[in-house]
């Protein structure tokens, strides 16, 4: 395992910093500035990163990306985080549709399909869960009734990430009537401008509309728009999600060690650096976050695929992350009267708040842990 930047990776590392100095408002030791809602601003912070070239970085060459190994796409996660620079809007089709695309789909697809999301004139979401179906991605109940040429999809989707503000989804349905469990589905590439489509916001516990609810009525898809070949959902769906896990533990770490370093700005700022139960806590977090950070290493395996070590990242991810925001809560109330408890109360009022979807989003916790348990353990199911 390559504990330290190649000199290749620390020149780009070195190029990256310099680019988001000059480009990203400095932020350090500041509460972080939610995402923007104004997609006009998100879509022109997408534009620019595609024209510097940190866009696509593991995509090959010949579907526009710059051919690079995860270990620059961890790196430029790590710096942009650090950096307090926005969440590319169109998160998704780089790190998910686009790698699926890539692997499985058609050339008339990639080319209809991959410049846009490169660029950001595409934005992409996942239609997966379903009210019914919770983590249970086999239980889904949309259907995609085969019609000549077409599909005819009816049915729901929730928990869509960028739902309300996406162009097209990737979309998972059962397309054989009779099937069960992962048999029979089909992945559709699913405009969302498309009669019979509705898309309305799941506000969180923040007030953020940060899900989207698909409903689906009689919505005709051609057949065209179907991705991976009728009744290979199920294959083309973890795909999609073994990309998904495997490159956004990098974002999870980097997320954490900057609310660590914004936790012990909180702790000094209010007084209370000295407290030796405090500092123990703060302290524990620490280790954990670097144990992810290293794990994220090990699971980049061969440089080019995720390894399964990040179903791990992501379980422990959350949980650290919501102890981290509960010491954060913790500290505002024993300094309640400090008048530094103002400046960080909305902010760590609004993390604790988020958080608690962490250990949902991406996968529930229960589930993952039966991944950890099969999949990499090789333990016995145990239903």
Not at 36 to 54: K, P, Q, S, V
Not at 183 to 204: A, E, H, S
Not at 326 to 342: N, Q, S, Y
């Amino acid at each position: 395992m390559q504990l330290r930047d190649t000199p290749e990776e620390a020149r780009f590392r070195h190029r990256l910093r310099d680019w988001l100095a000059s480009t990203v408002p400095a932020r350090d030791n500041e509460p972080l500035v939610p995402q923007t809602t104004d997609i006009d601003t998100a879509r022109r912070w997408a534009h620019a990163l595609y024209e510097a070239g940190y866009a696509g970085l593991t995509w090959p060459r010949e579907h526009g990306g710059q051919g690079l190994t995860l270990g620059y796409q961890a790196i430029y996660l790590e710096e942009t985080a650090r950096a307090g620079a926005g969440e590319h809007v169109n998160v998704i089709g780089l790190g998910m549709v686009g790698p699926t695309l890539i692997a499985v789909g058609t050339p008339d697809q990639q080319h209809a399909y991959l410049p846009r999301i490169l660029t950001g004139e595409t934005l992409m979401c996942q239609g997966f869960s379903e009210p019914g179906a919770g983590s249970d991605l086999a239980a889904m109940a949309t259907r995609a009734t085969p019609d000549g040429d077409e599909f005819v999809l009816d049915g729901q989707k929730v928990w869509s990430s960028y739902a309300t503000v996406a162009d097209e989804c990737l979309l998972l349905a059962r397309s054989a009537p009779d099937s069960s469990r992962h048999r029979g589905l089909t992945c559709f590439l699913l405009d969302l401008r498309t009669p019979g489509v509705t898309v309305r916001p799941q506000r969180q516990l923040t007030g953020e509309p940060g899900f989207g609810e698909i409903i689906l009525d009689q919505v005709r898809v051609p057949a065209t728009r179907v991705l991976g070949g009728a009744g290979n959902g199920w294959s083309v769906a973890m795909t999609t999600l073994a990309h998904e896990r495997g490159t956004f533990g990098f974002t999870l770490t980097a997320r954490l060690e900057r609310q660590l370093r914004l936790l012990a700005a909180t702790i000094r700022d209010a007084g209370l650096d000295r407290d030796p139960v405090v500092r123990d806590r703060l302290a524990t977090l620490h280790v954990e976050a670097q144990g992810l950070r290293w794990t994220s290493i090990r699971a980049l395996g061969d440089g080019h695929s995720p390894g399964p070590e990040s179903t791990v990242l992501k379980l422990r991810w959350s949980e650290a992350n919501q102890r981290l925001t509960g010491l954060a809560l913790d500290v505002l109330r024993d300094a309640a009267d400090h008048p530094a408890a103002e400046r960080w109360r909305s902010h760590w009022e609004r993390e604790q708040l988020r958080s608690r979807a962490n250990s949902i989003e991406g996968g529930s916790s229960e589930i993952l842990r039966d991944i950890v348990a099969e999949r990499i353990l090789a333990l016995p199911r145990s239903r």
